[in-house]
């Protein structure tokens, strides 16, 4: 992959998961990066273990889901790192909750993360990316979920399917300012944390049935989903925009895998 | 000639975003066998071509000959040892719409965009398997999505074809996986031979007012995704569809 901008990237979700690794790879790629995270101590954490050689890092807690908090963390990363090229919306939420017993508390929680967040931040980049005048890409972290139905996750599912127009409608809205707006959609990541439930007895079947449908027969690394994400800042893919791009091992196919 | 580290066979690959593919892929250090029935300009592109990267091969054939396909895959194993990336570019116009479209138009269409790639895949897939590694990506057309767009070389002969790519590639990424990854992409509106006598027509002003990022796209746009889809490591992506087009499906 080529270079990025020498412009900073703000990552959202910084503290854990794919955005902590986004943050590293993109360090290592001596980007200029800012961590943004609801974890205080977690963001500055990570921010603190990143290999920062040549690499400018900042770290900023806020609470994305406010508009004050939003302003103000744009603001400090836009003033801490200089004119921002990129941004990644990765701060997510994942409950699992049968329909039937999702209070509207949840639901709310769950669109204010997911697709409330998604669309101040990207606002508010947007708004300076345009004062500065060099166009940028963002990148928002979607899911799999966001097309297949899965008991549980109404309302992440809903917020990942916003977020996919939210995504197309932004593209549109942004693109005569330079600023071109894609998706991700991860199928299931290995994280640590499923590893771990993977490795107990009761997920080993649940771990296996899941495995089954997918065609490449195995979870996704979180770097695989990384070297999307910075395949789509980057200039190489000038000519994407509004594209949805599904990292899944081909598990959205649907029909169980027949080998 | 010698075993080679890495090996790509681009069909379509004499012009447009088969040579541009071809170009960037040789740049990423493939060795790159071009297929192509247009002779002169395959060997004018193989060999700026053989400039870029390791190797090129010029191979004058039409994808629609399963027989040919066959030979000349065993060829390319024969010079190189393997084949690690099939593009699946070669592709024809279709401006006739289907009250005048004839039946040996329509075979030719559909024999040139999905029947080619069958035939290719057919031929490099069992390559591939024993390997235990291997990249397909299909050129499809955003026009699979639309039907017959703006754009006069893709009416429905053309779009059956291209919306028959995605169904063999979302078939195969079952079929060869784990090992193989198959994807397509879906280029938008992209400035090449094929489309120039359409874009001269119609005018690129009116052409880009419906492209959000205000732009027809360049055969090194779509290259560059192509480049990303047969070298990203390690890949997650199999039986995906990328749509590269600007803005303009959404839009």
């Known amino acids: 992959m080529g270079e990025l901008s020498d412009r900073a990237v703000l990552v959202t979700g910084a503290a854990s998961g794919i955005g902590r690794a986004l943050a590293e790879a993109l360090a290592r790629r001596r980007t200029a990066v800012v961590l943004c995270d609801v974890d205080a101590a977690g963001v500055q954490d990570a921010a603190r273990k990143l290999p920062v050689e040549g690499g400018r890092v900042s770290a900023v807690a806020a609470d994305v889901t ?14 801490d790192a200089g004119p921002l090229g990129g941004l990644v919306n990765c701060a997510g939420i994942y409950p699992n909750t049968p329909f039937l017993d999702t209070s509207v508390e949840e ?31 963002i990148v928002n972290v979607s899911s799999t979920a966001s097309r297949l139905a899965r008991p549980g996750i109404a309302h992440y599912g809903a917020s990942k399917a916003g977020l996919n127009q939210l995504t197309a409608v932004t593209a549109v809205e942004l693109a005569p300012h330079g600023i071109r707006v894609n998706a991700v959609l ?39 989903v990384v070297n999307v994400i910075l395949f789509l800042l980057s200039p190489e893919a000038a000519y994407c925009t509004g594209a949805l791009f599904t990292v899944d091992g081909g598990f959205t196919l649907g029909i169980p895998s027949t080998r | 000639m010698s075993a080679a580290a890495r090996v790509a066979v681009v069909t379509g690959a004499a012009r447009g975003i088969g040579r541009a593919t071809a170009a960037a892929l040789a740049r990423k250090g493939f060795s790159v066998a071009l297929v192509d029935v247009r002779v002169p300009e395959l060997r004018e592109t193989t060999a700026l071509v053989q400039g870029a990267g390791p190797a090129a091969l010029a191979l004058e054939a039409d994808v629609t000959s399963f027989g040919t396909a066959q030979r000349l895959a065993a060829d390319v194993l024969t010079a190189w040892g393997r084949v690690d990336v099939l593009v699946n570019n070669a592709g024809i116009s279709q401006p006739k719409g289907l009250l005048e479209i004839t039946e040996e138009e329509w075979d030719r269409t559909i024999d040139t965009h999905l029947k080619g790639a069958f035939n290719w895949c057919k031929a490099v897939a069992p390559a591939m398997l024993a390997q235990r590694a291997g990249r397909i990506v299909n050129m499809s057309s955003v026009s699979a999505h639309t039907g017959a767009g703006m754009a006069a070389v893709s009416k429905s002969a053309y779009c059956a074809a291209k919306a028959g790519l995605l169904g063999l590639t979302r078939g195969l990424a079952k079929e ?37 990022l205000a732009r ?25 569809v990328l749509d590269v087009d600007g803005g303009q499906w959404v839009n």
């Open chain 1, 107 to 137: 639901w709310d929680e769950v669109l204010a993360v997911n697709l409330r967040a998604p669309f101040l931040v990207t606002q508010a980049v947007a708004r300076r990316m345009i004062t500065d005048g060099g166009g940028g890409s």
């Open chain 2, 176 to 212: 060869l996986a784990p090992h193989v990854t198959v994807n397509a992409i879906c280029p938008g509106l992209i400035a090449t031979d094929l489309t120039a006598g359409m874009i001269a027509r119609e005018g690129t002003d009116a052409l880009t007012r419906s492209i959000p």
């Open chain 2, 216 to 240: 027809l796209g360049t055969p090194e746009d779509i290259a560059q995704v192509v480049v990303f889809l047969a070298t990203v490591t390690p890949c997650f992506m199999t039986g995906e």
């Open chain 1, 66 to 79: 406010q508009p004050a908090d939003v302003e103000r963390m744009v603001e400090r990363a836009r003033r």
């Open chain 1, 186 to 224: 991860p199928g299931v990541v290995g994280t640590e944390r499923v590893h771990a439930n993977a490795a107990s007895a009761a997920g080993r079947v649940e771990h296996e049935t899941k495995l089954a449908r997918i065609p490449l027969a195995r979870l996704a690394e979180p770097a695989e």
